[in-house]
Structure formats: C-alpha cells, structure tokens
C-alpha cells in the first residue's frame, strides 16, 4: 500500500462529458503529480503541484485542469471529453517540490473509459 | 518525443536464470534514473535508481547499469523469481525536476 488514494478506480463516461478524478497524497507529502497512461504506453506526466502551487505542467490538454487543496488533496478535471481520453490516470505523491532521486508513491490508478 | 525508449515490450525468462531489461534515453542531461514496477490493478512501485555519475547500483536481486556514452542503462533480475512477473518501467529525471520521462514498459514473466 503506497498511501496514495485514488477515486473512483472505474470510470464509464460518454464523449464530451466532464469528470473529475480524485487523489489524496501519502500523509506529510506536499508534492501531487498526475500522469496519463494509454494503451501500451508510458506513463505521460500531466501536471505537478507542490502545497497548492502549480509547480510544472507537462503535455497536458487545455480540456484539462487541476488543483491542489488546502487538505493537500488534488483533483484533475477532464472536460469535452473525447474517445482519445480513454486512458489510466495515475497519481502521485512526494515529500518535496522537486528532487529528482526521490521516489515518487503511485496510487492504483482511475481507469477512464469513454463510449 | 519519446526520451526514453524501453524497446522489448516482452521478456520471459525461467526462474532462477538472470532477467535484464534494457532502456534507452536521448536526453544527456537527466540526472536521475529509476526503475519502477507494476502488478495489473496496481500503481507502479519504485524498485531501485541510479544516478547519472554512477554506472552501478546494486539492491538485492536488482542491479541497475548505466552506460553514460551509449546513453543507455539496464536491470538486472538475479535470481528471477515468480513474484518477479509484472511490468517494468525505466524513468529518467532531472535534479531539480521531479517529473518523470517513462518508457513503455517491459512485461516479464518468470516461468517456473
């Protein structure tokens, strides 16, 4: 168990819906970091945010957004949604901003399926 | 652009033998580079890293290489073992980026 928490772990959708996925962070990490994983791909780094600070943004769609809580809990908000969107979305969490030796803690990861 | 390249998508080996992933990388600049692994319906995990001034490091079974000038590095499974089976990804980093470049990951099945 990583200590990241992710919900939901399943998401069915259809095109050009809105959702937003959830993560809350290993207890006493500042740092949250969402990855999009595809079909047989890597995982692509999204959005980084270090104590509610957009800290560094990766290839991350416009359609996409996210935030960091006070809690230190984060939300990434998928919009128009579109079948492509279909992927794995990973979070996850580190005690710093940016070290890059630290391992980064992965939660299991919201399944998002569009029909 | 993919910076890190993990180019054998499969590899199966019989258990107790030696397992090596490879990864490739464009970047000369990363600092950092880590192996990662996932079980199916879980999060990727962090197995071992290197950094760039090194060429080895060594945990347990797992030894990670590092080939600076082929811009290459390697993970060595020694002995494999069953609980071994499951995806591997190479990541790189910089030291004052904490994001991670993934690769496409290796799927490795240990047979018994």
Known sequence: DSGVTQTPKHLITATGQRV???????????????????????????????????RAKGNILERFSAQQFPDLHSELNLSSLELGDSALYFCASSSSAGSGNQPQHFGDGTRLSIL | DQQVKQNSPSLSVQEGRISILNCDYTNSMFDYFLWYKKYPAEGPTFLISISSIKDKNEDGRFTVFLNKSAKHLSLHIVPSQPGDSAVYFCAASFVNDYKLSFGAGTTVTVRA
């Open chain 1, 20 to 54: 937003t996925l959830r993560c809350s962070p290993r207890s006493g990490d500042l740092s949250v970091y969402w990855y999009q994983q595809s079909l047989d791909q890597g995982l692509q780094f999204l959005i980084q945010y270090y104590n509610g600070e957009e």
